[in-house]
Every structure is written in structure tokens, then in C-alpha cells.
Nanobody, 122 residues
Framework: QVRLVESGGGLVQPGGSLRLSCAASGSILSINVMGWYRQATGKQRELVAAITSDGSTNYADSVKGRFTISRDNAKNTMFLQMNNLKPEDTAVYYC????????????????WGQGTLVTISS
């Protein structure tokens, strides 16, 4: 079983920064893809950024140049450094992992955290 816990959300003024963290726990040997999604009120959940185990990254156009995703494979953790935050970045941010190799086999499903709220407001 895989458990994901996000942290680091909060209230920040426009132009500010936040750093989100996601810690994965369980009988995990490796994780292929880790990603951050977000869902604003009344909108669909969308991909913000993703990173593979070899460090390849993918960003939504709306966050390119402002957000940086990173991970620590040894600790099964992932981070999202968010700079120059805008009101439209306000959302619940979710951690997602896929391609998880467990001690007892391969997990063919995606796993989600509970989310952390990011609010950008003056």
C-alpha cells in the first residue's frame, strides 16, 4: 500500500513563494513518475508538473519559468518550488505517483495524496 502526504501549502501574497513537499511511504522499492496536480474551485483537476525517476520533467504552460519540480529518489519525496505566485495559482495541490514497484510486486494504479491548499491573495 502506498501513502502520500503533502505539506507546505498556505496563504501567500501575489509574487510570493511556497515550497510543497510530498512524502511517499509504504513498501516502496521505486517510483517511476511523481507529479503535482491542482484543482481550483469549480474547475477540473489539471497537471502542474511531473518528474520521472531519471529526472525528466514536464510542466504546464501556465507555470513554466515559475515552478520547479524535484525529487529525492532515496527518500521517495517530491518537491514543488513555486515562485512568483499568482491568484490564479490558488487551488488544492495533489501529489500523484504512478509506476510504483513495491516489495511484493508492481502497482498498476495511480496513487493520490489528500491535497494541500494553496491560496494566493493580498
Amino acid at each position: 500500500q502506498v501513502r502520500l502526504v503533502e505539506s507546505g501549502g498556505g496563504l501567500v501574497q501575489p509574487g510570493g513563494s511556497l515550497r510543497l513537499s510530498c512524502a511517499a511511504s509504504g513498501s516502496i522499492l521505486s517510483i517511476n513518475v511523481m507529479g503535482w496536480y491542482r484543482q481550483a474551485t469549480g474547475k477540473q483537476r489539471e497537471l502542474v508538473a511531473a518528474i520521472t525517476s531519471d529526472g525528466s520533467t514536464n510542466y504546464a504552460d501556465s507555470v513554466k519559468g515559475r515552478f520547479t519540480i524535484s525529487r529525492d529518489n532515496a527518500k521517495n519525496t517530491m518537491f514543488l518550488q513555486m515562485n512568483n505566485l499568482k491568484p490564479e495559482d490558488t487551488a488544492v495541490y495533489y501529489c500523484n505517483v504512478a509506476g510504483v514497484v513495491l516489495t511484493y510486486g508492481y502497482s498498476d494504479q495511480e496513487h493520490w495524496g489528500q491535497g494541500t491548499l494553496v491560496t494566493i491573495s493580498s
